[in-house]
């Protein structure tokens, strides 16, 4: 077992992206595991990068409101949505409002080395 | 893509939990993925039964306020914490306070079949 709260994790800036950092929560190094847990956090204004990867996401908002572009098809996003963004897809997550966004983003484990953590 | 808001998926009943419901937000269904989403709530008093499985749980806690038992060790969980349940860990939810408790709960999809959804 391990709990936390996500605050205590740092919050690390990731490159490439205007005003975002990365809480890592859960990963390979709390034990077996296929997945790994990360908080998202962007700036009021922020936006991360418009990019693709071979791994999927699962997101859950939790705070703040804006926009995901996914393929060029725009959606919006408040607390309590539930995202999937599928391996190879293009998405870029726009925080439009005045407090900082905040959301739970998961990865398979299998894609954590491509990440500092 | 796929991007839902977590109340407009249905809450079913679990069984053998004491006042737990458990909405299905992501999976197979959505596409190419190795994890699925669920909201799990808990009523004011309620609490999941204490079981074990051969799958992992990682846990974000949105609401509500209580205990994780694991192995018999109790910890304290409130809005914000991160929850890892390795593969075959004894595990039950307590919601001690007066509001409904929920949470993500992911686990791998290999694991949905193990679940009505």
Redesign the interface.
Known sequence: ???????D?ELKAEKAAKGAGIRW??SER??????A?RVIEIEAGGQTPDHAHSW?H?V?M?KGEGR?I??G?T????P????????G?N?TFHNDSGETMEF?C?I?VSATKAYEH
Chains 1, 2 share one sequence.
């Open positions: 077992m391990k709990v936390m709260n996500y605050k994790a929560l859960l709390d034990g077996e595991t296929g997945m847990m999927e699962q859950f939790l995901v996914v393929e098809e959606r919006a996003i408040a309590g949505s539930a995202i999937f963004v599928a391996p897809e998405h739970v998961m398979p």
